[in-house]
């Protein structure tokens, strides 16, 4: 009786160390998962909740820690009087509203662990910042970043891109009030594969009919930040990786969201196969004006319930990128998630790298350091909800928040094999402040080119390819800091109706200030029809490792249709105008040399083009060149020797276009 009671005590403690409002929401935490916790995992397993790529990605099958809490421990909670709000799995835990009474009734349950208030966050309102006056800056990055391109640049982003590593096959959940993204020029181009109004149960992320204005404001300008694409106007770091969307955080007087949804959220996403997260939200006061706080010592890493469903994410392989907050530079200022151990919390600089003087400040209570890096978050460009072309500069952690989650979206890209540990580490040890962090910058400023190579080499994970009439050019980076073994980069392919074979890739671009060996490599498959179904794969080596793009090959394969030309950001790579270069060697002597070659330029989009040579009095002598050629350089061996000595002209035609050049024939 005495254990009971004692039990009962301490369990009011917990519930009664802050006041109560009449129906104030809490969460109920369980001690266990209750005693048919092996039977309820079979069946778990077998509806597949949790799906499989998401199983594939943390490398095991569910757990007891994937189960939700047992049906039986809710029903009692709910016996009590209280109203099941939400329940989290990860959390082994329900929200409930409940008055005084009630919660003591809960708090009488043997198999209730602790019960904590549920709380809100106050997001600081927007710092206007002057919308800039100067026209984008012209680059001679592969795509035109517009107004864009400060805000990525300053990371290093853009290099990044330029070696078509995009987020191509990464998955990124979305944690934020909403988001308007289906109109917009720079947003409705996004891959969006679900979307969850955690609020309101259903699959609308935009305003529904008695919601402010605002309430999917905040979202929309994070989303794009990360994912727009409006080529001369926003390009997101990510822009090429796969999307889902959670509407988690309820707008009212007081821009209020409740730690329930986000943890409701944030298990949606990673049972979709998120493997990085980006929330631009936080949380330090309760609406009774209770809260977290650094002088009580919450922000120890497991106080908090996102903090600890944040870490939960992170042990199922999820990159979780969160922001620090809005609430000025003295010291503890931080709010929850960012004092998670092992996740990316983010603090905000100027485009100088300035920390700016909103940007929260750490230490966490048990004395890490935080932020983890900085990103920028002063004037950030992004798309806004108010039309489909409308653009303007906003201040915050949130806005560093999703260029920090895409810059650890590239490095996962590159290389999905990476914990999330290690995806953070990479991101810290290659920051401008990585000999000293502290608790203003943390490790410092994001270089994105520094982290993706971080661990070792990478190849691009959004080839190219060129369609030239007949045949199909691969074009692919590969990187590394140590020597690349040029003959081992090769093109692997399956086609319909052919054999699956392997071609030679050879190093056409070499690239400066990496391993000798890197650059670009291109290769060309074998002649098939126009139609038919390609799945191909680029196989590197060097000093260190084999890797291959995609990770993963062959079960994994890049896809194309014979036919298909894709060269966004790779554009800058191809002729501009029809050139036609001077033959080498010249002159040429048959009887030294077995041929002499002809190199020539196609522009986009490619076209008919015909090379022919003609002699002194204009009389065509033989044709080189007759049919289609795609976007590209090409090379042709004329090895004519029947043809006396002399002066020679070959004619590079192509529409009105005519190029000529004169040749030297020496018998």
Request: aromatic share 8%; glycine share 10%.
């Amino acid at each position: 009786m005495t254990k009971h009671i004692l039990f009962l005590v301490a369990a009011l403690l917990l519930i009664t160390s802050a006041p109560l409002a009449a129906q104030q929401r809490h969460w109920v935490f369980f001690r266990d998962r209750g005693d048919d916790a092996a039977e309820r995992l079979v069946h778990f397993a077998a509806e597949g909740v949790v799906s499989a790529d998401a199983l594939r990605k943390r490398g095991r099958d569910v757990t007891i820690g994937d189960l939700p809490p047992s049906p039986g421990y809710v029903a009692a909670v709910k016996a009590t009087g209280a109203r099941i709000a939400t329940a989290s799995r990860w959390l082994n835990a329900v929200s409930v509203d409940a008055g005084s009474s009630v919660l003591e009734r809960i708090a009488a349950l043997p198999f209730v662990q602790r019960i904590a208030p549920v709380c809100s966050w106050e997001q600081p309102a927007p710092l206007p910042a002057p919308f800039a006056s100067r026209p984008a800056s012209l680059s001679s990055y592969g795509l035109d970043y517009g107004f864009s391109l400060e805000q990525l640049e300053v990371m290093r982003v853009p290099k990044v891109h330029d070696i078509w590593i995009d987020g191509t096959g990464i998955t990124i959940g979305m944690l934020d009030n909403g988001y308007r993204w289906r109109g917009h020029e720079a947003m409705r181009v996004i891959d969006v594969r679900g979307e969850y109004d955690v609020i309101n149960g259903d699959t609308l992320t935009e305003n529904e009919e008695g919601e402010p204005y605002g309430q999917d404001s905040h979202g929309t300008v994070t989303f794009s930040a990360l994912a727009g694409f409006r080529q001369g106007k926003l390009i997101g770091p990510a822009f090429n990786a796969a999307f889902y969307l959670a509407k988690t955080e309820v707008n009212n007087s007081e821009t209020q969201i409740e730690e329930d949804y986000w943890v409701q959220g944030i298990e949606w996403l990673t049972a979709r196969g998120a493997s990085i997260v980006s929330a631009s939200l936080g949380y330090s006061d309760w609406d009774d004006g209770t809260g977290y706080s650094y002088e009580n010592g919450d922000f120890d890493g497991h106080t908090a319930v996102t903090t600890r469903a944040a870490v939960e994410a992170m042990r199922r392989g999820v990159v979780v990128v969160t922001a620090m907050g809005n609430e000025g530079s003295s010291v503890g200022s931080l709010i929850a998630p960012a004092d998670a151990d092992s996740i990316i919390a983010v603090g905000a600089v100027d485009f100088a790298g300035n920390v700016a003087g909103f940007s929260s400040r750490g230490p966490t209570n048990d004395f890490r350091i935080k932020p983890d890096i900085v990103t920028p978050g002063v004037s950030v460009y992004s798309a806004t909800k108010s039309g489909e072309d409308t653009y303007s500069r906003s201040n915050g952690t949130s806005m560093a928040t999703p260029l920090a989650a895409g810059v650890a979206a590239l490095v996962r890209s590159a290389r999905p094999e990476l914990t999330p540990v290690q995806v953070r580490d990479a991101l810290r040890a290659t920051a401008d402040n990585a000999d000293s962090p502290n608790n203003a910058r943390g490790w410092g400023l994001v270089d994105a080119w520094d982290a993706l190579l971080h661990h070792g080499m990478v190849i691009s994970t959004n080839p190219k390819i060129i369609w030239d009439g007949a045949q199909s050019t691969i074009m692919a980076y590969v990187i590394s800091r140590s020597p690349v073994m040029r003959n081992q980069v090769s093109l692997k392919y399956e086609a319909e109706g052919m054999a699956p074979g392997s071609v030679a890739m050879s190093l056409q671009t070499p690239s400066s200030g990496v391993g000798e060996g890197s650059g670009l490599y291109v290769g060309m498959l074998p002649a098939m029809a126009e139609g038919t179904k390609v799945r191909f794969s680029v196989t590197a080596s060097d000093a260190a490792e084999t890797r291959t793009s995609p990770y993963g090959a062959p079960e994994l394969m890049h896809e194309f249709t014979a036919g298909e030309t894709r060269l966004l950001g790779a554009e800058h790579l191809l002729p501009s105008s029809l050139v036609l270069y001077q033959n080498y060697p010249n002159p040429f002597s048959p009887s030294e040399t077995a041929s002499t070659f002809i190199r020539y330029e196609v522009p986009l989009p490619g076209g008919a083009v015909r090379l022919e040579m003609f002699d002194a009095l204009g009389r065509r002598v033989q044709t080189l060149v007759d049919g289609f050629r795609g976007a590209g350089v090409y090379a042709v061996a004329f090895d004519n020797t029947a043809l006396s000595s002399g002066v020679y002209y070959y004619v590079l035609t192509s529409g009105e276009t005519q190029v000529l050049r004169r040749m030297l024939i020496l018998q």
